[in-house]
């Protein structure tokens, strides 16, 4: 069964920071896509980042140059740095999973991952 935590969100002041952190386990794939999605109220869930067992990212335009991915694999962790926050940045914060490589115009969409966490919020005030 393979379970996502997300945890590192709250909130902050517009220009902060904060990383996220996305624990998981029983993900046995040796090729995988991991990314991060956030959805706003009353917006739908949108990808802002990914990444993939051959080392490729991808990044949103809303978020390139201020947020970095990466993960840890030794300690089966994905994480989220976000620099110079912005009060449109406010959202819950979901991680997610699925076996394989993805293109880069499939590795931001939502409906291409099976395996989710249960979300983190951040907020950010002007």
């Known amino acids: 069964q393979v379970q996502l935590v997300e945890s590192g969100g709250g909130a902050v002041q517009s220009g902060g920071s904060l990383r996220l952190s996305c624990e998981v386990s029983?993900?046995?794939?040796?090729?995988?896509?991991m990314g991060w999605f956030r959805q706003a109220p009353g917006k739908e869930r949108e990808g802002i980042t990914a990444?993939?067992?051959?080392?490729?990212?991808s990044y949103a335009r809303s978020v390139q140059g201020r947020f970095t991915i990466s993960l840890d694999v030794a300690k089966n962790t994905l994480f989220l740095q976000m620099n110079d926050l912005k009060p449109e940045d406010t959202a819950v914060y979901y991680c997610?999973?699925?076996?394989?490589?993805?293109?880069?115009?499939?590795?931001?969409?939502?409906?291409?991952?099976?395996?989710w966490g249960q979300g983190t919020q951040v907020t950010v005030s002007s």
């Open positions: 029983g993900y046995t794939y040796t090729t995988y896509s």
């Open positions: 997610a999973a699925d076996r394989g490589l993805k293109t880069p115009w499939r590795a931001l969409r939502p409906d291409e991952y099976n395996y």
């Open positions: 990444l993939d067992s051959a080392r490729s990212t």
